[in-house]
Structures are given as structure tokens and as C-alpha cells.
């Protein structure tokens, strides 16, 4: 019986955050924090889909006969995914859920998301689909603004359409760039599911890993000369929800529209330099150049600031997030909120200093 691991990586956002949404550019990085599934087809006469995922204690047994009986698609997957993330919403709404976890929120995104992609990729590729187990572990804090969703969908999306190609003979270890296409679209569809309306970056950049620069609607471009940076990653430990931001600045928009734009325009500005700035950075490092690299990083650094700025003005930052920016300011450094914001993460971009962390956030 077929047997395998596989993992996608988070993200964070360097710059574009939220203008994204309306087309701008935006720069992400892959991050080394991964999601990680182990995949195990189950004997035939068991029946069921396991679950297993303890970062959000779900833990289920699905009976397979019920949810191919429930489902029946009698239409084209491609041209009603609505109606099959529906379908599945309903079944899952039929579904016993621990009463241990105060998120079954959580649960039931989580079990939407694995049925979903199985029934959507299955029906696809037009295969049976037999009883197997996954459980899914991550390093990912959820609702944090690492990606942890995106990483999640990435994983499944990948393990399912490995699954489908190793049941019609298809050998491989590797994917092509025909396949990580198909593993970011399917994501993406996966990522509605949890946010709504994505950009589309967290899974571009889950997928291919990497720094890409992104703009919605056209193809993914994969940094060749990103930059070693060192960046130091701060939990506020503050809990938000991405739909609900984002729908905070499309509401500030409607009334002020204007305004909201010119910002837009002005993070655009600062994505599109900041991946000027890393062909520099990278320059100073491959030539050694001190004094370059310097000029490099005071130029990211004042980036950094603006951007955080910016999305401050969004009404998308947090108390938590000033504070850590405040912080990072003081001592000569630069960092900004990473994600939706609303809590979750910051980054601070670090020099190439020992002791560096411990004299700035462990000494305020």
C-alpha cells in the first residue's frame, strides 16, 4: 500500500500586505517552518478517512461510503466548485466534534479544507478514492500571519495530486512546474475557504517556496537574487482573523476611497523598491562590498519603517505591533507587522551583529 511524507513551508510577507488584495505588488519569503503530512492508504475493508491533526485537536474517522453518497457530483468540478465546497460544508455540518477545543471553528475549516481538496482533485483526475489516513503535524502557530493556512493547503493539495498520479502509475519524486501550478490553484481554491478572497500570495509562495514578488493575476516571479537577511520573528501572542481584517480596510475603502487607493499605491511603491534594494544587498554580499551593503540595508530598513506606517494608517496594526516596532526603532532597527495584521507576527530586519537580540529585546 502507498506510503509517503510530504511538507510546504510557511511565509512571511515582507512587503504589500493588504494592497495585494487590490492588485499591487507585493514581496513574500518562504520561511523554514513547515507543515508536515504523513500520508498511509488504509486496508480496503476499513472504510473510513482518518484525520488526524493536533494542532487543532481534530481527530476523526470519516466513513468513505457516506461522503461519496453524500457528494455524487453530477456536474463538472472545474465549473462548480461552489457547489462542491458547499456539498461539503453541509457534510461537515453533520460531523461530532470534540467539545475539548475551544476552536471547533478551527476543526471544521480543517475538515472542509481536506474534504474539499480530496473530492475536488479526485473527481478531477477521475480516480476511485480508497480508505487513508493522514496526520498532519506543523510548526506554524494558527492565525498568526506565517501562512499556516496556505502551508496547510499546499501540503494537502500536494499529497493528494502525488496520491492520484502514484494510483495511475505515475512515478515520481519530484514536482514539475506544470504540477506546483496545479498545487497553488487548488491551495488557492482551499484558501477560500478559510479567508475568503486571497490574494493569492501565501499560496504562490507556500508552493514555490523561496521570495517571490507577487501581483494578483499574473505569473509568479520567482527573486534569483534575494540576499542573505537575517530577520528575527515576534509573536505578539495576540490572535486575529484575516477575513475580518481584510474586510476592516474594503469598508475604510468604501468611504474613503481616495485615500485608501494613494496608500495602496505607496506600499506598491515600496514593494517594487525593496526588490531594488535586494539586487543591491545581493551585489554587497557577492562583491563583499562593505559600504554597499551598509547603503543596502539603511535603505531596507527605512522601507520597512514606511511600510509600517502605512499600514498603521490601514487601521490594520495593533497595540502589540507598535510596541515591538517601537521597540525595534529605538535601538536603530526596523520592523513591521507581517501578514493581515490585527496581532499575530512582526519582523525586525537584523544586522549582521552578535547579541544583537538579547541587548534589544531582552534588555526592554
Known amino acids: 500500500m502507498i506510503q509517503f511524507e510530504i511538507s510546504a513551508p510557511g511565509k512571511v510577507i515582507l512587503h504589500g500586505e493588504h494592497a495585494v488584495v487590490y492588485g499591487k505588488t507585493a514581496v513574500a519569503a518562504s520561511l523554514n517552518l513547515r507543515t508536515k503530512l504523513k500520508f498511509s492508504e488504509l486496508d480496503s475493508n476499513r472504510k473510513f478517512i482518518e484525520i488526524n491533526f493536533p494542532k487543532v485537536c481534530l481527530y476523526l474517522k470519516i466513513s468513505l461510503d457516506e461522503f461519496l453518497e453524500y457528494l455524487q457530483p453530477s456536474y463538472p468540478i472545474n465549473e462548480n466548485t461552489d457547489q462542491l465546497l458547499e456539498q461539503v460544508q453541509k457534510f461537515v455540518s453533520l460531523q461530532q466534534f470534540t467539545s475539548k477545543y475551544d476552536g471547533e471553528r478551527s476543526q471544521k475549516l480543517s475538515l472542509q479544507a481536506v474534504l474539499y481538496l ?104 520567482v527573486l534569483s537574487n534575494m540576499p542573505n537577511l537575517n530577520i528575527l520573528l515576534v509573536d505578539t501572542k495576540v490572535t486575529r482573523n484575516t477575513k475580518d481584517l481584510v474586510n476592516r480596510v474594503r469598508e475604510r475603502r468604501k468611504l474613503h476611497p481616495a485615500v485608501i487607493d494613494s496608500i495602496f499605491d505607496s506600499i506598491e511603491t515600496v514593494s517594487k523598491t525593496a526588490v531594488q534594494v535586494f539586487g543591491e544587498i545581493y551585489n554587497a554580499q557577492t562583491t563583499n562590498d562593505a559600504a554597499l551593503l551598509d547603503s543596502g540595508y539603511e535603505k531596507l530598513s527605512s ?62
Open 118 to 221: 480530496l473530492a475536488y482533485i479526485a473527481f478531477e483526475e477521475q480516480i476511485q478514492i480508497k480508505p487513508f489516513s493522514i496526520h498532519l503535524i506543523t510548526d506554524l502557530t494558527v492565525g498568526s500571519g506565517l501562512g499556516s493556512s496556505a502551508s496547510f493547503a499546499v501540503c494537502l493539495a500536494g499529497c493528494f495530486l502525488h496520491w492520484v498520479r502514484l494510483l495511475k502509475g505515475d512515478i515520481h519524486d519530484t514536482f514539475d512546474l506544470d504540477d506546483l501550478e496545479r498545487i497553488s490553484k487548488y491551495a488557492l481554491s482551499c484558501e477560500q475557504i478559510m479567508h475568503g478572497s486571497p490574494s493569492g500570495i501565501d499560496n504562490s509562495v507556500c508552493t514555490y517556496g523561496g521570495a517571490i514578488e507577487f501581483r494578483r493575476g499574473e505569473p509568479v516571479s
Open 303 to 364: 522601507l520597512i519603517n514606511i511600510n509600517q506606517g502605512l499600514l498603521s494608517t490601514l487601521d490594520v496594526s495593533h497595540p502589540a505591533l507598535n510596541n515591538i516596532c517601537s521597540i525595534a526603532q529605538n535601538n536603530l532597527l526596523a520592523g513591521k507587522l507581517t501578514g493581515a495584521g490585527g496581532g499575530g507576527y512582526a519582523y525586525i530586519l537584523l544586522p549582521n551583529t552578535e547579541n544583537i537580540i538579547d541587548t534589544v529585546f531582552y534588555e526592554n
